[in-house]
């Protein structure tokens, strides 16, 4: 159930922020540079990875909060605020990159049929699910990722984020505070 209940938050939050970018002018994303480049884990590329970058301060003149993008296969990754690939604003940001996966839980034919057979839901205990993470911890978090830029008014399309250290890939319970979020120790 606790799968079923984060997919049905998670669709509704991208139909929410779908909707409210339906009606984007481009009006009010100009100004955004391009930012590509690379990330790599002790001198590899990683791909599937999250690049995200939260301003580090507000400007009130553009829209609230944070790029982000997802590495291919190569490691590469184009940064997007509003629309795919449109870049950032220029400026200063706290950068972090994540790679988790979660296992356990319910299968998606289990919560089905959970669904179509609510006593089943009653007797049935879920399986606990785990996040485990595919880089070191330390780049996850803002205050310890190091990975802090700044955007000139160009934009960048060769932004190097090279990441080394061990990962700790020991699972971590999602129910007990260490498995979600940025700080987690």
């Given at each position: 159930?606790?799968?079923?209940?984060?997919?049905?938050?998670?669709?509704?939050?991208?139909?929410?922020?779908?909707?409210?970018?339906?009606?984007?002018?481009?009006?009010?994303?100009k100004?955004?540079?391009?930012?590509?480049?690379?990330?790599?884990?002790?001198?590899?590329?990683?791909?599937?990875?999250?690049?995200?970058?939260?301003?580090?301060?507000h400007?009130?003149?553009?829209?609230?909060?944070?790029?982000?993008?997802?590495?291919?296969?190569?490691?590469?990754?184009?940064?997007s605020?509003?629309?795919?690939?449109?870049?950032?604003?220029?400026?200063?940001y706290?950068?972090?990159?994540?790679?988790?996966?979660?296992?356990?839980?319910?299968?998606?034919?289990?919560?089905?049929?959970?669904?179509?057979?609510p006593?089943?839901?009653?007797?049935?205990?879920?399986?606990?699910?785990?996040?485990?993470?595919?880089?070191?911890?330390?780049y996850?978090?803002?205050?310890?990722?190091?990975?802090?830029?700044?955007?000139?008014?160009?934009?960048?399309?060769?932004?190097?984020?090279?990441?080394?250290?061990?990962?700790?890939?020991?699972?971590?319970?999602?129910?007990?505070?260490?498995?979600?979020?940025?700080?987690?120790?």
């Amino acid at each position: 159930m606790k799968k079923l209940a984060l997919a049905l938050v998670a669709a509704l939050c991208c139909s929410l922020v779908g909707a409210g970018l339906v009606g984007c002018s481009k009006a009010r994303i100009k100004g955004l540079v391009p930012v590509e480049g690379v990330v790599t884990l002790n001198g590899e590329p990683v791909s599937g990875a999250t690049v995200m970058f939260a301003p580090k301060k507000h400007d009130p003149s553009r829209p609230k909060g944070s790029a982000q993008a997802v590495t291919d296969a190569s490691g590469k990754f184009k940064m997007s605020t509003l629309d795919p690939g449109d870049g950032v604003f220029p400026g200063d940001y706290y950068v972090t990159v994540t790679k988790d996966r979660v296992e356990g839980g319910l299968s998606l034919e289990e919560v089905k049929r959970q669904h179509e057979n609510p006593e089943l839901r009653d007797n049935a205990s879920e399986p606990e699910q785990t996040l485990i993470r595919e880089l070191p911890d330390k780049y996850a978090d803002i205050n310890s990722s190091g990975l802090d830029q700044t955007i000139p008014a160009e934009g960048n399309k060769n932004l190097e984020l090279a990441l080394e250290g061990e990962v700790d890939a020991t699972p971590r319970p999602m129910n007990s505070g260490r498995g979600a979020g940025p700080g987690m120790r």
